[in-house]
């Protein structure tokens, strides 16, 4: 991995063979399933739905410019995507450009939900504001 903020992102299994497969895996997602993301400049972490509350609570988490950076690389990505076009290839995102940049933030949200269930039963207060929100009140 080639940013120092990647290198400081600790996974479940790490070593050689894993970092070989995370790569390899990276490489295989990007012109498969998402329409190959990396011709358009997303990372990783920005193909994650915001449906899902745990990843809307870690966007909400990230400094504002990591949120601004993120912003701007989705736009960009949809205007391509719109117009059928890609950017030029040395803009392309490469594998030593990743930051999983959204990991520390959602291992903090599933500890605290785990902890949070654990001690009190319920789901945290981000777990259930959809809910809340679609409830008369």
């Known amino acids: 991995m080639g940013s120092e903020a990647a290198r400081q992102v600790s996974f479940r299994f790490n070593g050689p063979f894993a970092n070989w497969l995370r790569k390899k895996i990276w490489h295989a997602w990007t012109g498969r399933r998402y329409g190959k993301f990396s011709v358009i400049g997303l990372l990783w972490h920005d193909t994650y739905s915001e449906a899902k509350e745990i990843v809307e609570e870690a966007v909400r988490r990230l400094p504002p410019e990591e949120y601004d950076k993120r912003a701007?690389?989705?736009?960009?990505?949809?205007?391509?995507?719109?117009?059928?076009?890609?950017?030029?290839?040395?803009?392309?995102?490469?594998?030593?450009?990743?930051?999983?940049?959204?990991?520390p933030h959602l291992d903090r949200i599933k500890r605290e939900y785990r902890d949070y269930k654990t001690f009190t039963g319920r789901k945290p207060y981000w777990a259930t504001r959809a809910n809340y929100e679609q409830s008369e009140h």
């Open 72 to 103: 701007i690389r989705l736009l960009r990505a949809a205007q391509l995507t719109l117009k059928h076009e890609y950017l030029p290839k040395d803009q392309w995102t490469k594998w030593e450009d990743e930051t999983w940049y959204l990991k």
